[in-house]
């Protein structure tokens, strides 16, 4: 089955963060098994250039799922990520132009922790942060400088659509 022919992904309605546990639990003996057979730094690499890909497609999805792309919709889609407690949020900033929050508790962070893989987890959910929205919306900047998932203690999330942007 060709992957423009793949149902949609209905995943997320078991809240994001255990979905990423179920893949993390999958993917990492299997990246491990792949690295020994075809070498770490190239299997890594592929890796990388999937959950991109995943991610943009996922945005897309998403978009289209919500019928639209403006920033305000994004910040409204949140509650796939934060589904049961997934993430606390502190909103700094929300306007039609700017979502800026920081991420005060990622029990993803400590999900992934917890299965002795935190670095797995930074590939499989922070990683997607930002080329994800790319996917959502090409338009919308995102920036970061910090995660818990690599010992900060908040995550600093800004997205922002700059002037003309999405027209």
Known sequence: ??????KPDTLNDVGVLKRREIEARIVKPLLERLGEEFGQERVQELASEVVVEVAQGQGAEL???????DLQTFADSM????????LELEIVEQSSDVFKFNVTRCRYAEMYRDLGMPELGAHLSCDRDGTMVEGFNPDIEFT????I????????????????GGD
């Open 1 to 6: 089955m060709a992957h423009d022919q793949v």
């Open 144 to 147: 970061r400088t910090q995660t």
């Open 79 to 86: 509650e796939n990520w934060t589904k049961g407690g997934a």
């Open 63 to 69: 978009a289209g799922h919500l019928g639209g792309n």
């Open 149 to 164: 998932m690599k010992g900060a203690i908040h995550c600093d999330f800004v997205y922002r659509l700059p002037a003309g």
